[in-house]
């Protein structure tokens, strides 16, 4: 009817304040269907109702892009298919487990196997149990038969058959933020020399690569500034990450064997000869709070340039 209102623009507007206290949202009508609040000082989480389409049923452009909202993403938000627009860029927001500072941290991940073939390459056993591997495997599989299949075109450059562990949900979100918790953020943190609490997930896939269906993945380099690939079965020949400047190829078979490494590395997935390969692919932002870490991001990023890497 007339008088309601449908968008609202307050995009560079000084806002400030937690976008997450309670009672902030109340004021925003259930008519709303364009909400830009892009490059104030807000601060806080994004709120759940703002995906959910019995509160907001005609939401379909959010920007709160710039910003210092910081924690982690509702899972709503990663299976929300009614936006035409959700910028979140800018912020620290991720869709997965990400420890707080002061948090208590397992210190288990120190007695791991571990080598370091190259600066900024690690490559870690027994990341993940066997078993874990499998359940792993298992979910997506079971995911994938009930949903239409695998996703090929997630990422636009260098496309990828996987599903993506934030749209899934359920169970497999759940499995994975435990092992993120446990084993994989401790490990990033350990490994790099970074605060755990500095780092968080911006992307977390399941991807697969098949004799009959894709088999590798050209040569490329990561957005994110740390990257992992556990190993999650041993069914096939062939595979491995290939390091193109480094002039390596680590191509792991124990399930649960973990390759981490410098985003900003130029490398490639290689071909499988035989069988299905099962990876879980990790793509880590580093947002450093103290000066010490800042260093040590500029150290690790500078070490990739100095090898023609960026």
């Known amino acids: 009817s007339d008088g309601e209102i449908t968008a609202l623009e307050l995009s560079q507007n000084n806002l400030n304040g937690r976008l997450d206290e309670k009672d902030v949202l109340k004021a925003l009508p259930p008519t709303i269907e364009q909400l ?39 899972p709503s938000f990663a299976r929300a298919t009614h936006f035409s627009w959700f910028d979140i860029t800018g912020n620290e927001l991720t869709s997965y487990f990400r420890y707080k500072e002061n948090d208590i941290v397992s210190e288990s991940v120190t007695s791991n196997s571990s080598s370091s073939p190259k600066p900024n390459i690690h490559v870690v056993e027994s990341v993940l149990t ?38 899934v949900g359920g169970d497999l979100l759940a499995v994975c933020n435990d092992h993120l918790k446990q084993s994989l953020l401790p490990m990033l943190s350990h490994l790099f020399d970074l605060p755990i ?72 997935g290689v071909e499988i000869t035989e069988g299905t390969r099962y990876i879980l692919a990790g ?28």
């Open 197 to 268: 609490s500095d780092l968080a997930l911006e992307d977390l896939f399941l991807a697969k690569y098949c004799i009959d269906e894709q088999r590798s993945l050209p040569a490329h380099r990561d957005g994110s500034e740390l990257s992992f690939v556990i190993t999650l079965n041993d069914a096939f020949q062939g595979g491995g990450t290939q390091f193109i400047h480094d002039k390596i190829t680590l191509a792991p078979k124990t399930p649960g064997t973990g390759v981490f490494f410098c985003g900003r590395l130029l490398h490639a």
């Open 36 to 74: 830009w609040l892009s490059e104030n000082q807000l601060s806080g989480n994004l709120p759940q109702e703002l995906a959910d389409p019995s509160r907001f049923p005609n939401l379909t452009i959010l920007d709160v892009g710039s910003n210092q909202l910081k924690g982690a993403l509702h």
């Open 130 to 167: 066997r078993e874990a591997c499998q359940n792993l495997i298992d979910l997506a599989i079971q995911y994938t038969k009930e949903n239409g299949g695998w996703e090929t075109d997630r990422h636009r450059d260098y496309k990828t058959t996987d599903i993506d562990a934030a749209v």
């Open 283 to 310: 793509f880590v932002r580093v947002y450093p709070s103290t000066p010490e870490a800042c260093t040590k991001l500029k150290e690790i990023i500078e070490s990739c340039k100095s090898k023609g890497d960026s």
